[in-house]
């Protein structure tokens, strides 16, 4: 199992980006998936996930109305379009597979990472 995020910057407050994680090894559409954030000093949290088809997913209060998840089957990617960013955005993000029969947004539900991609928020 592989999972290849990418697309972390340097963006200006109310900046746009778009990650994107590349997975391989398993059979992509048979999985939910989530991105998750951890800022220096902070514990890992969970800003989004999707389910297995690209309808139904949950946000964090902290980025509802802002970020939206996706995913494409036929690409074996799922994104985060992250708009309106701001400085408390800055964080690593790391995308995750949630392991069968998981539940929720608990790290612990999740059994494999991405190397994470740096996202840096300047005000």
């Known amino acids: 199992v592989q999972l290849q995020a990418s697309g972390g910057g340097l963006v200006q407050a109310g900046g746009s980006l778009r990650l994107s994680c590349a997975a391989s090894g398993f059979i992509f559409v048979g999985y939910s998936m989530g991105w998750f954030r951890q800022a220096p000093g902070k514990e890992r949290e969970c800003v989004a996930y999707?389910?297995?088809?690209?309808?139904?997913?949950y946000y964090s209060d902290s980025v509802k109305g802002r970020f939206t998840i996706s995913r494409d089957n036929a690409k074996n990617t799922v994104y985060l379009q992250m708009n309106n960013l701001k400085p408390e955005d800055t964080a690593v993000y790391y995308c995750?597979?949630?392991?069968?029969?998981?539940?929720?947004?608990?790290?612990?539900?999740?059994?494999?990472w991405g190397q994470g991609t740096l996202v840096t928020v300047s005000s």
């Open positions: 999707i389910g297995r088809s690209d309808i139904g997913a």
């Open positions: 995750a597979r949630r392991r069968v029969g998981g539940l929720g947004a608990s790290r612990y539900e999740y059994d494999y």
